[in-house]
């Protein structure tokens, strides 16, 4: 049987390494050691988290998120898309969206941010991810002392519903400071103003 199974090249490919966890469950270090792993594969709690195929919803909300926090963006900071964010051993997802500190840029070359260099974690449900997004990210996010949290759903016409979190330090938990619809305008973590209702003409 062993035989026929080589013959027929069953053995011949290579069982890739990401198909076997350690014991322990994945960390930081093997997320970027493993060269074959799909393109956008976070780590959440040890294990390798896989992404489906994007909407158009879904990458239309986040360009219109990005485009707006870059019109405003002050100086000191960067809005980032789709970047892995290293919060523990065992914990790297990647948001959405961020806005990191411009101190934490390191060239073109880089692949990831440390939570310290992070003020806004965004995340888009998506409906592969529903849970992770609204439950699990916010718990991890929080935990790393990341001080703005948005959780963005889709509403009525298809239009993003932003909503706005705050880290409340002495809970180690997000505080929800308010739901947006058709028009995001806040203060904080600086002057921002968005027009949800663009997307419809994306």
């Not at 074959?36 to 040890?46: E, F, I, K, R």
């Not at 101190?103 to 991810?129: F, H, Q, W």
């Not at 759903?153 to 505080?175: F, K, M, N, Q, S």
């Amino acid at each position: 049987m062993d035989d026929v199974a080589t013959a027929n090249g069953v053995d011949d490919e290579p069982f890739p390494e990401w198909l076997r966890p350690p014991y322990r469950g994945f960390t930081v270090d093997d997320l970027f050691r493993l060269t074959d792993l799909p393109s956008h594969t976070q780590l959440v709690d040890g294990a390798l988290v896989f992404r489906a195929r994007q909407s158009a919803y879904h990458s239309l909300a986040n360009s219109l998120l990005v485009e707006g926090l870059r019109r405003t963006c002050p100086a000191h900071l960067r809005v980032r898309r789709e970047m892995v964010v290293v919060l523990g051993p065992g914990q790297a997802p990647e948001p959405d969206v961020c806005v990191i500190r411009a101190e934490a840029v390191r060239g073109l070359e880089a692949n990831r941010y440390d939570a310290r260099d992070v003020v806004l974690a965004v995340e888009t449900v998506a409906p592969d991810s529903a849970i992770r997004d609204r439950e699990r990210k916010p718990q991890l996010y929080a935990r790393a002392g990341i001080p703005h949290f948005w959780l963005v759903e889709e509403g009525t016409g298809r239009r993003p519903v932003v909503h706005v979190h705050r880290l409340d330090p002495g809970a180690g938990a997000y505080a929800l400071t308010g739901v947006h619809e058709g028009r995001l305008t806040l203060s904080e973590p600086f002057g921002i103003d968005i027009d949800l209702t663009a997307i419809d003409r994306m």
